[in-house]
């Protein structure tokens, strides 16, 4: 018997295509990666960008792409496109490579191990435009270590879920996270909550918990007012959502703005 299955972060596309059972309460990558293209036309005023992307990490790839898509199609000019593997530690030689195109930003879709080194390495070779990236940004981990803080100053990345948004089912959340745990929650708390208050709103609608009645009811989800904000399932079981955009700003993560779909 197929079960449903709600992915609170799987952002590859090709998750909700493995089934008609499978649903997932987060944005994709090809949205976010016209968020962050919006983001640096717009808010970072970049008309030339770089993107160092990680060849191992379909993540990076497919967010890497969907950037350049979107701002080139915006009228923007992608001057530099490096690569490096998971493995790396040393980023120098793509970074001076970048440099030497004199670009206005850098996107780098990576995960937030390798992107504090990149970043500590871009500042060191006298890089001073702003790097930005995605949700795999997010983590305590990204601002640990001497001189990193300091590096990442002015740095952004896009993501789910602030504690700081203003809607009161997050204000009461984030009361209640804190309460509990001693700290904020992140993007990742938000939506495996989100996940269950979906699952559970789905039941009392389908007024079953039968996997034959609570699919079609999930199919069915329009502007449920989730902890991450509205969501809307659409024919693909994808939420339809804001994104919100963090800024790095003395040590800290802090709120910039929210982009619509």
């Known amino acids: 018997m197929r079960r449903p299955q709600i992915s609170p972060s799987s952002t590859n596309p090709k998750v909700t295509e493995m ?8 944005f ?8 962050m293209a919006k983001f640096a036309a717009k808010t970072l005023k970049a008309k030339k960008v770089a993107v160092l992307t990680d060849v191992d990490a379909p993540y990076s790839v497919g967010l890497g792409t969907f950037f350049k898509e979107r701002f080139v199609a915006d009228g923007g000019t992608v001057v530099a496109e490096q690569k490096f ?3 790396d530690k040393d980023f120098k030689a793509q970074l ?3 440099k030497s ?8 879709p990576a995960y937030y191990g390798q992107v504090t080194l990149i970043v500590m390495q871009a500042r060191e070779l006298g890089i001073t435009v702003p790097l930005f990236g995605g949700d795999g940004w997010e983590a305590p981990e990204l601002l640990q270590g001497p001189g990193a803080a300091a590096a990442l100053e002015g740095c952004y990345f896009s993501t789910h879920f602030s504690p700081d948004q203003d809607s009161p089912r997050a204000k009461e959340f984030v009361k209640a996270y804190e309460a509990k745990f001693g700290a904020k929650p992140d993007a990742m708390a938000a939506l495996g909550y989100d996940s269950a208050l979906l699952l559970s709103d789905a039941i009392k609608r389908a007024g079953s ?15 449920f007012d989730g902890v991450t904000g509205k969501m809307t399932l659409n024919d693909r079981r994808n939420a339809e959502k804001s994104a919100v955009i963090i800024g790095i700003k003395g040590g800290k993560f802090v709120y910039t703005e929210t982009v619509n779909p």
Not at 28 to 35: K, L
Not at 101 to 108: E, N
């Open 101 to 108: 195109q004199a670009p206005d930003a850098i996107f780098v």
């Open 19 to 26: 089934g008609d059972y499978v649903f997932r309460v987060c």
């Open 85 to 87: 593997t998971k493995d």
């Open 28 to 35: 994709v990558d090809p949205f976010q990666g016209t968020v």
């Open 96 to 98: 001076t490579a970048i």
């Open 209 to 223: 918990a039968e996997p034959e009645k609570l699919r079609p009811v999930l199919a069915a989800t329009k502007d």
